[in-house]
């Protein structure tokens, strides 16, 4: 018997569009996952990731009520993605979330835009500092964090480490590689496949 495996909602990062997961979405579609993506608007920082988060939830709502779903954030959407599920009931539904190049720790490429959603991921910024006080709430889930050492916009790269879950580093030559590296699609396919 095949087991049905759960829809994998992507969720993007600054400055990106649902598109950015051209390349991922045929992959892990073409090997029988149900794939959802949304836009998030704005997408440069003009306003809080935790209102950006407020559209996940609400998109859940409408498209994923009737399973568990997977959650996967690249970048900003990974931060995205972890205030839904650590503020907003995220974690009641979702069974496997995977970060690829999130600045869990923040990055120093934040202090380049004065922007409320930038400044979110300073490093040691409030908001940050709030979601990793409670970060024990994601072994609730089956976390995976994959990250690339050669990451120029997540600075520095291992801020996309954290205390709980697996950490898988990629050596993707770029931060937007980690969305197209076949290692990357692969490690990605594999986190989604883990079974508790």
């Known amino acids: 018997m095949t087991v049905s495996k759960n829809p994998v909602l992507l969720i993007h990062g600054i400055g990106d569009t649902h598109r950015v997961f051209q390349t991922m979405a045929t992959y892990l ?20 990731l935790d209102q950006l988060a407020l559209q996940v939830r609400d998109y859940v709502a409408m498209h994923l009520t009737e399973q568990p779903f997977d959650l996967l954030g690249f970048s900003m959407g990974g931060i995205v993605s972890r205030y839904y599920l650590q503020r ?5 539904q979702v069974q496997r979330f995977i970060t690829l190049s999130s600045p869990h720790n ?8 004065n922007r409320p959603g930038v400044k979110q991921m300073r490093p040691g910024s409030d908001f ?12 609730q889930v089956q976390f995976t964090s994959l990250w690339t050492p050669y990451d120029l916009m997540i600075l520095p790269a291992y801020s996309s480490r954290l205390p709980v879950g697996q950490m898988g580093q990629i050596p993707a030559l770029a931060h937007p590689l980690m969305l197209r590296d076949r290692r990357s699609l ?10 508790s």
């Open 186 to 195: 692969a490690a990605v396919a594999t986190a989604l496949s883990m079974t």
């Open 29 to 48: 579609g073409d090997r029988g996952w149900p794939i959802h993506t949304l836009d998030l608007v704005p997408n440069l920082g003009e306003v809080g």
């Open 106 to 113: 923040g990055t120093i490429t934040a202090y380049a835009r």
């Open 128 to 139: 940050l500092q709030g979601l990793n006080s409670t970060v024990h709430e994601l072994a």
């Open 88 to 92: 907003l009931g995220g974690l009641q």
